[in-house]
């Protein structure tokens, strides 16, 4: 009941920038988390960053200093800047949300961030 469209993906070279984007919709509490997790393959799919409703955020170690996630409550949308970009960052990128309550959130179907050498 909560649907979640995210863009923005593409090709970046190293040190480059890239912003992404996602839209929620649907059945969403006025507590929740919303964030973004990656996947590369052969690698565990791992949180980059999170934040509540009241801006509560966490970051990978890996992405400190480099992304920052933010909100818009009105418009449920989540931004992903991800400034000094490395070639470890190629993953597929999913949006989430987490309504307060439940046991499982909500997933996009990705978007692929490829960031080359």
């Known amino acids: 009941q909560v649907q979640l469209v995210e863009s923005g993906g593409g090709l970046v070279q190293a040190g480059g920038s890239l912003r992404l984007s996602c839209a929620a919709s649907?059945?969403?509490?006025?507590?929740?988390?919303m964030g973004w997790d990656r996947q590369a393959p052969g690698k565990q799919r791992e949180l980059v960053a999170s934040i509540s409703n009241g801006g509560s955020t966490y970051y990978a170690d890996s992405v400190k200093g480099r992304f920052t996630i933010s909100r818009d409550n009105g418009k449920n949308t989540v931004n992903l800047q991800m400034n000094s970009l490395k070639p470890e960052d190629t993953a597929v990128y999913f949006c989430s949300l987490s309504n307060a309550g439940y046991s499982l959130p909500y997933w996009g179907q990705g978007t692929q961030v490829t960031v080359s050498s």
């Open positions: 649907g059945r969403i509490s006025s507590f929740n988390v």
